[in-house]
């Protein structure tokens, strides 16, 4: 069964820091693109980052740039968001999808509908 699982979220203070991990079971992470997306309540599913499955291309929304950083560990099936400098907009239920490129050099997508496989979430609250 193809399973993704999020964990690392909490509470944290404004300023705090958290690592979301993202652990593939059943298939491997490394043949995929890999997307961290984040909804908060009453507000849009927001495409917050993604990296490319070929050549680690990595793409982060505006609202992120520079304070989150992307990364995977293909010997751990596991792909990580670094998140510095929290504030409290960035609280939300944060996710990550797979998915399965069309070709070798298939960009990676901040758009959920692009995604074949999601985690349960993982919730990240950031206090003033």
């Known amino acids: 069964q193809l399973q993704l699982v999020e964990s690392g979220g909490g509470l944290v203070q404004s300023g705090g820091s958290l690592r979301l991990s993202c652990a593939a079971s059943?298939?491997?992470?490394?043949?995929?693109?890999i997307g961290w997306f984040r909804q908060a309540p009453g507000k849009e599913r927001e495409g917050v980052s993604c990296i490319t499955r070929s050549d680690g291309r990595i793409n982060y929304a505006d609202s992120v740039k520079g304070r989150f950083t992307i990364s995977r560990d293909g010997a751990k099936n596991t792909v990580y968001l670094q998140m510095n400098n929290l504030k409290p907009e960035d609280t939300a239920v944060y996710y990550c999808?797979?998915?399965?490129?069309?070709?070798?050099?298939?960009?990676?997508?901040?758009?959920?509908?692009?995604?074949?496989?999601w985690g349960q979430g993982s919730q990240v609250t950031v206090s003033l």
């Open positions: 059943g298939f491997t992470l490394e043949d995929y693109n």
């Open positions: 999808a797979a998915e399965r490129p069309v070709s070798r050099d298939w960009p990676c997508h901040r758009v959920g509908a692009a995604y074949d496989y």
